[in-house]
């Protein structure tokens, strides 16, 4: 196996802040090479520099034994590098032909397309990954897999030799990500080197060679695929450790009532069905990866989304929600994991944010009472220790542990009793998450119950009572008390069936 | 309700006094940032130089003249504030104004007593208000969309019943409506303040009017946080639906007929005002202060343009290029 790409001690920071340091890949030609690491230890940052999007502030990349610089995508295209992103770059609307030749369409003299000779090079191609796609028809009508097996083919068709395959299979069925480990099979046979980025250890030990372990943006070792296991591919991913700044966690009471009863929930037909149950005073967790249907299963439950199923009690009664106002009525509210998009009306001040959903507070007869509204925003601004201006402050010019902490106050000055917490602490500063964390707390205390959805497994295992573990859209464990450890939950998040087998 | 062990000691910290201390902060900041400063200087400025062009442009006769020509304008535009304001569109207002004032011209020269014939002429516009609403908000179809159609359908509603001939020979005093006077000021007038007061009032200061702003702002948010978004929506197209029939009133009034080719384009002059008074196409910002201030910029301009004598087709294009240069200094300024 020649050595086709070199990857040696690259260092990156972003203002300031060091995301990458000393990381080493190599990738041999007719190698499958996983990439492995939890959200954020530094995959993606790494696989931007590969092609061009960021540079890097030391290191080098040698392909062949040369070294490049690449200055922008292009460069590294030139240099035979291919990258398929999860979110797919295809116009839907286009076919096949079509998306593979855009932006650099093959015309005669006359400016016209040449269809018949860009059809030609297209199958070419599609004949190389021993696959058969109808051409003819905008790709919006085709498979996921086969609008990823396009998006392979555009990379190939620029002659790309080292191909990177950003989470592939989040979005394929079993069936098509077999389809899609054919043809990776078939490029490994002709000598394309393939860096390989997913959650899913088991098919890592299905198809790949060796695997290189990120972990908080530093390089912890490389290993053969036959040489490891999932323990200690764990280990390497989540290292020892321990959860600091977390408020200390109350002693468990198993008496305490259930608050809300998701007896079934199923997303989807034919979709997996899920249950689990909220304790007065708990914080339940939703880990797993990214897509694994925690927030889509929240969104269901209060009514955002409409669920194929869903039977559910509050307080012991059986409950129907069209719509997050019918949840909210029975005292459920959801902070959304996109603060900007989904939690805050931008153009709002802190005041008109958090009194939104319960003006009614504050309404004599008709009219809203502004200097009341005035007043209980300031004391919850106080409760969550925000730092702005004051309530009059618009909210887009806080920082964003202060913005999250205005869609919290929005909650606390309801009379909800269970919230959701989606991602209640991502891209925030280290100092307001341990402030998110001890106010999540307090209000346990204060008799709320609370789901937390987190990506973040310090997280998970430094604030929750209790853990449903999410994989492929099924709840794979529930883990209790000291159960709760890294290990444990990755393993059930990455790796469901292989573990309940063993 | 759970109140919080912290909060009485927290609301003695300094942090505290200050924020409640900096509530009030002055009427200078609220001018600077409000969405009407452009507007207010835009229309100052045409204002002075109306006085310097024309000789009796601040006659008390000509300037309830100006503002008895713009009221039904700025009344229509009233409900398309509240449409724009969420990032809506209201295109039917012409028509509906056309049928509503059609049917109730109609309905009274038929023997219909002229209260009934109003009333209905308001539900028609109440109606069609409601039905785009429903649209838009729940089978999910465009409002540029609902609304184009609906302005083709009461179109032809308006012209089917009318056979396409004006309908009039109703009875006298409904001409009070468009013509009669209060203390010398025109009751279209009047009517036009009574209902700014009203949609000011109800946006400033009522949950609703709050609702309409976070729907602009961020409808996802709005709904996420447990707002009954489609209800808001149904009610602001609803608004938009009656403030066109309280104008056709007006219209009914003033041409004593019920005219199914009226309203042609009024969509239009309305959007103009909106637009002209600094609300955001975009939805989330503006008030209908600055729509006021809209209609009756463009009012003056028609006025003045006419006292100086212009050409009326020069006319139709200076105001274009007026509408262009105050919605590319007003554009997305922060």
Not at chain 2, 103 to 122: E, H, R, S, Y
Not at chain 2, 128 to 146: S, T
Request: aromatic content about 6%; overall charge neutral.
């Amino acid at each position: 196996m020649s050595q086709l790409l070199s990857v040696k001690g690259v260092e990156k920071a972003f203002v300031g802040v060091k995301v990458l340091s000393g990381v080493d890949l190599e990738v041999g030609a007719g190698e499958i090479h996983a990439l492995l690491g939890e959200n954020g230890a530094g995959k993606s940052t790494l696989m931007k520099i590969l092609c061009g999007v960021y540079s890097m502030d030391a290191g080098t990349i040698r392909i062949d034994g040369e070294e490049k610089h690449f200055s922008d995508y292009e460069a590294a295209v030139e240099a035979g590098i291919g990258i398929v992103f999860q979110e797919f770059s295809l116009i839907p609307h286009l076919t096949a032909v079509e998306n593979i030749f855009l932006g650099r369409e093959i015309y005669n003299g006359l400016g016209l397309l040449k269809r018949a000779e860009m059809r030609r090079h297209a199958m070419a191609t599609l004949d190389r990954l021993k696959i058969d796609i109808n051409l003819d028809v905008p790709i919006r009508h085709l498979s996921v897999a086969q609008q990823q097996f396009i998006e392979i083919a555009k990379a190939l068709s620029l002659n790309a030799r080292i191909l990177i395959l950003d989470e592939p299979t989040a979005t394929l069925t079993p069936t098509e990500a077999e389809q899609l480990f054919a043809v990776m099979r078939e490029l490994k046979r002709q000598g394309v080197g393939i860096i390989f980025i997913s959650h899913h250890l088991d098919e890592i030990f299905e198809i790949c060679d060796r695997i290189t372990v990120l972990r908080d943006g530093n390089y912890v070792g490389t290993v053969d695929v036959a040489a490891t296991d999932i323990d200690s591919l764990v280990e390497m991913m989540v290292g020892r450790r321990i959860a600091a700044n977390f408020p200390p966690k109350p002693a468990i009471n198993a008496a305490r009532p259930v608050v809300l009863d998701v007896e079934e929930i199923q997303l989807e037909r034919g979709g997996p069905v899920n249950a689990f149950s909220l304790r007065e005073g708990e914080i339940l967790g939703f880990a797993g990866l990214v897509g694994s249907g925690r927030t889509e299963t929240a969104l269901g439950v209060i009514g955002a989304t409409r669920p194929h199923r869903c039977r559910l009690k509050v307080d012991g009664v059986a409950r129907n929600f069209t719509n997050p106002a019918d949840a909210l009525e029975c005292g459920i509210g959801l902070l959304p994991e996109s603060r900007k998009e989904e939690g805050l009306i931008t153009s709002f001040s802190v005041r008109d944010n958090v009194s939104i959903n319960n003006l009614w507070k504050y309404t004599s007869h008709i009219f809203i009472d502004r200097a009341e509204e005035q007043r209980a925003t300031i004391d919850v601004m106080g409760r969550v220790r925000m730092k702005a201006q004051g309530p009059q402050t618009q909210v887009a010019t806080l920082s964003g542990g202060n913005q999250q902490k205005v869609v919290v106050a929005r909650w606390l000055n309801h009379s909800v009793k269970i919230l959701f917490f989606d991602e209640p602490t991502r891209g925030i500063d280290v100092g307001a998450k341990a402030e998110i964390y001890q106010i999540m707390r307090d209000m346990t205390k204060r008799g709320y119950s609370i789901v937390m959805i987190s990506s973040e497994l310090p997280e998970i295992v430094g604030m929750c009572d209790r853990v449903c573990v999410f994989r492929e859209g099924k709840i794979t464990q529930t883990l209790v008390g000291e159960a709760i450890t890294p290990a444990e939950v990755m393993r059930y998040a990455t790796a469901g069936e292989i573990n309940a087998a063993a | 309700m759970q109140q919080p062990e912290g909060a009485a000691s927290a609301a003695t910290s300094p942090t505290m006094q200050s924020w409640s201390a900096r509530s009030n902060a002055g009427i200078v900041h609220m001018v600077r940032h409000s969405v009407i400063l452009f507007p207010l200087i835009g229309l100052i400025a045409v204002s002075l130089l109306m006085v310097f062009a024309t000789d009796n442009f601040l006659s008390f006769t000509n300037i309830m003249n100006v503002l008895r020509q713009v009221s039904i304008n700025a009344i229509i535009a009233i409900g398309m504030t509240f449409v724009i304001l969420t990032g809506g569109i209201d295109l039917s207002v012409g028509s509906v104004l056309a049928l509503a004032s059609t049917v109730a011209a109609g309905l009274m020269v038929g023997g219909m007593p002229p209260a009934f014939a109003l009333l209905l002429c308001l539900a028609i516009g109440l109606g069609f208000g409601v039905g785009n609403g429903m649209l838009v908000a729940y089978a999910r179809m465009p409002a540029i969309i609902v609304t184009l159609a609906t302005m083709g359908i009461a179109r032809g509603l308006g012209l089917i019943y009318s056979g396409g001939y004006p309908i009039s020979g109703m009875p006298f005093w409904v001409s009070w409506f468009g013509n009669g006077r209060i203390f010398d000021v025109p009751v279209p007038v009047i009517i036009m303040v009574v209902a700014y007061l009203v949609a000011w009032v109800v946006l400033e200061r009522t949950p609703f009017g709050r609702y309409v702003y976070a729907l602009g702002g961020n409808e996802h948010a709005t709904r996420l946080s447990g707002v009954r978004v489609n209800r808001a929506k149904v009610i602001i197209f609803a608004i938009s639906g009656l403030t066109t029939a309280v104008a056709a009133v007006v219209l009914t009034g003033r041409l004593m007929s019920g005219q199914p080719n009226a309203g042609v384009g009024f969509e239009l002059d309305a959007i103009a005002a909106v637009v002209l008074g600094g609300t955001s196409i975009a939805g989330g910002r503006g008030s209908v202060v600055g729509t006021l201030i809209g209609a009756v910029l463009l009012g003056i301009l028609n006025n003045g343009l006419n006292l100086m004598g212009i050409d009326p087709y020069v006319q139709t294009v200076i105001k274009g290029f007026i509408i262009l240069l105050a919605i590319y200094i007003g554009r997305e300024r922060r």
